[in-house]
Structures are given as C-alpha cells and as structure tokens.
C-alpha cells in the first residue's frame, strides 16, 4: 500500500458537516462505512463522472474524513472514522446511523 499525500488533520466541525453534507459525498461515506476499509474508488459512486467523483473525495480528504492510498496500482479511499470519532465524539456515527 502507498499513501498518495499528507493525513489531512480532521477539520473543524463545520467543515466536516459541509464535507458530508452533500447527498453525493454522503453516500461515499456509507459505502466506505460499509466497506469497513480502503476501498476501490469505482466501488464508491454511481452516476457521476470520474472527475465529479475525484472532486468529492478532494472535499472529504481535506475536511479530514478520509485518506487516499494506492493498493496494487489501484486508487482506494478510506474513512477516518475513528479520528473524526475522537475529535467529534458521536456526529460522524450519527449520520450514518440515519437512513
């Protein structure tokens, strides 16, 4: 596995609640959620372009609630739970609690 940048530090709680505010970015979330590790970033949209998809995972990268890495020459995306957990205790698991 090979880190492709800096661990964005969590953000401020405003900017994660932006980050996972749009309806796209949210269901990314869910389904990295689900994955339970890094996942395949094809794996993690439907019905957006590449570069919308690349977009999103910028803005959730940079708000601190995931990281990128590449597997295998493959780009996969991963939910910082646990961190965005121990700065915001409860929000993150929260909104994925919520259908």
Request: proline residues 4%; glycine residues 8%; charged residues 25%.
């Amino acid at each position: 596995m090979t880190d492709t940048g800096e661990r964005a530090e969590v953000g401020s709680l405003q900017e994660v609640l932006a980050a996972v505010s749009d309806p796209v970015r949210l269901e990314m979330v869910r389904r990295m959620y689900a994955e339970g590790g890094p996942a395949p970033c094809a794996q993690l949209y439907d019905d957006v372009s590449k570069s919308t998809a690349s977009h999103h995972f910028k803005i959730l990268r940079e708000a601190g609630v995931t990281d990128r890495s590449v597997i295998g020459g493959q780009t996969h995306q991963e939910l910082r739970l646990d961190d965005v957990e121990a700065a915001y205790p409860g929000v993150l698991s929260s909104i994925l609690a919520v259908r």
